[in-house]
């Protein structure tokens, strides 16, 4: 089953996490010293926060599935959908292993798919959310040969 993911950018982290523990009525399944995610069943969501991203606010969005399956499903969609893809693969971010693939919505909101495989003992490298391509005629390479740079990712 997938899983709705946010990911929001904030300026203070431990005022952040006592807010959202308290709208969520859960603590945090994982707290590092500049990032905190829930993993929640109603709503289906994983929430994350970060002091990582230059602008606060939500940062991207995504779907988080269960097998790879479920990948390639999600991932056959993103095709359909249009615009250029950036398929990152295997990766570390956001002290996770995972294999992951961004894409650009019409009004320029960067929408991950990632598949976890396991967990990190670091944040990681990963893109930012503004090297993610809006179109096809922005990006300055293909989208498959985009070099991954720091970020402030899921």
């Not at 523990?21 to 603590?27: D, N, V, W």
């Not at 990190?120 to 990963?126: L, T």
Request: aromatic residues 8%.
């Amino acid at each position: 089953m997938k899983r709705f993911h946010v990911n929001v950018a904030v300026a203070d982290l431990d005022q952040s996490i006592r807010f959202y523990s308290s709208l969520f009525a859960a603590e945090p399944s994982l707290v590092k010293p500049d990032y905190a995610k829930w993993m929640l069943d109603d709503p289906r969501v994983n929430f994350a926060i970060t002091t990582r991203g230059d602008t606060k606010g939500i940062d991207h969005l995504g779907i988080q599935v269960e097998d790879s399956a479920e990948l390639g499903e999600v991932y056959g969609r993103l095709k359909q959908a249009g615009g250029p893809l950036l398929d990152q693969g295997e990766t570390t971010c956001c002290y996770a292993k995972s294999e992951k693939t961004w894409i650009r919505d019409p009004e320029g909101i960067a929408w991950e798919t990632f598949l976890t495989t396991g967990e990190s003992p670091v944040y990681g490298d990963d893109i930012a959310a503004t090297d993610v391509p809006k179109s096809a005629c922005c990006a300055k390479t293909p989208a498959a040969e985009a070099a991954p740079a720091k970020s402030a990712c899921c």
